[in-house]
């Protein structure tokens, strides 16, 4: 079992910043790849960003491209997504995910741990 717990989301204006965080416990932190998804209100859950297990590699939904910076720290069992520009359209609630994957791809569905999530609200 991989628990993980997101940290770092709130009330922000539009073209403000935001740094989330994601801790995890309970397995070897660098053996996952791991990613951010959102969900907004009366939406599916989507993907947003990824990073494989070793930071190599890094995968952006394409509405985020240019904002949204995803980074991991293996020695601290934590991953970050630093949000900059947002826009209301950001607005969800975020979720970390993990992945048993051990590659330099990054697997954008499929992962099998998911924290509680993390409001993020954009105002405009």
């Known amino acids: 079992q991989v628990q993980l717990v997101e940290a770092g989301g709130g009330l922000v204006q539009a073209g403000g910043s935001l740094r989330l965080s994601c801790a995890a416990s309970?397995?070897?932190?660098?053996?996952?790849?791991m990613g951010w998804f959102r969900q907004a209100p009366g939406k599916e859950r989507e993907f947003v960003v990824g990073i494989n297990w070793s930071g190599s590699s890094t995968r952006h939904a394409d509405s985020v491209k240019g904002r949204f910076t995803i980074s991991r720290d293996n020695a601290k069992n934590t991953m970050y997504l630093q949000m900059n520009s947002l826009k209301p359209e950001d607005t969800a609630v975020y979720y970390c995910g993990a992945r048993y994957y051990r590659s330099n791809y990054v697997p954008v569905q499929n992962y099998d741990y998911w924290g509680p999530g993390t409001q993020v609200s954009v105002s405009s």
């Open positions: 309970g397995r070897t932190f660098s053996d996952y790849a």
